[in-house]
């Protein structure tokens, strides 16, 4: 009698050699902000308070989608990863200005990300998660945002550009 045992290996490592592979340049950076980290559970916090529609609101919502879909290779604080997995920082003033993926406003930052991540699964999220995201990583790359990041307002959101 033969027993079928299915072996589940946790993704990561399924994924590891791809993503390795897929990276080829490594700006991952080691240092860990605790400051940014409070800020990040500060946003998630307004979430829970402030009124739908306002910046608050989706900075908080794109706080939670980035600890749900894209901490796992960026790094909690988007610092990038170094290892197995090495992935770009992305937070960070002008962190998204240089390198193979530069972009310069939040309709191009858009536009790459809700094509290509998260990696292992482009174009999984809602559109509206996308934009949240978006306007989480915008405000985590220095930009003063006054109101929400959305079709109408993304070409006019200019990133910072490197430092
Ligand atoms: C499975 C791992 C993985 C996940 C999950 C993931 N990413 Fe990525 N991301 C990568 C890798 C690897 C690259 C580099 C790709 C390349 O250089 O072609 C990258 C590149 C990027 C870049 C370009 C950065 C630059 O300066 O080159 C952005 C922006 C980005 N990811 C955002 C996100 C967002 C937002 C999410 C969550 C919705 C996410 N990623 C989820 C692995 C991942």
Do not use: K
């Amino acid at each position: 009698m033969t027993q079928h045992v299915t072996v589940r290996l946790p993704s990561i490592i399924l994924l590891a050699p791809l993503v390795a592979s897929a990276c080829a340049s490594t700006r991952a950076q080691d240092s860990t902000e605790p400051a940014a980290a409070n800020e990040a559970e500060d946003l998630r916090e307004n979430y829970a308070v402030a009124p739908q529609g306002t910046i608050e609101a989706q900075l908080g919502r794109g706080a939670l989608v980035f600890e749900e879909n894209c901490d796992l290779c960026h790094g909690a604080r988007g610092q990038g990863r170094e290892g197995v997995i090495d992935t770009p920082q992305v937070t960070g003033e002008g962190a998204l200005a240089s390198g193979e993926h530069a972009v310069s406003n939040a309709q191009q930052l858009y536009d790459y990300v809700s094509a290509n991540m998260p990696e292992d699964s482009p174009g999984s999220l809602s559109r509206e998660q996308y934009w949240d995201v978006v306007a989480y990583l915008a405000s985590e790359n220095g930009v003063e945002l006054t109101g929400q990041v959305d079709p109408e307002s993304a070409s006019t959101v200019t990133l910072p550009s490197s430092p």
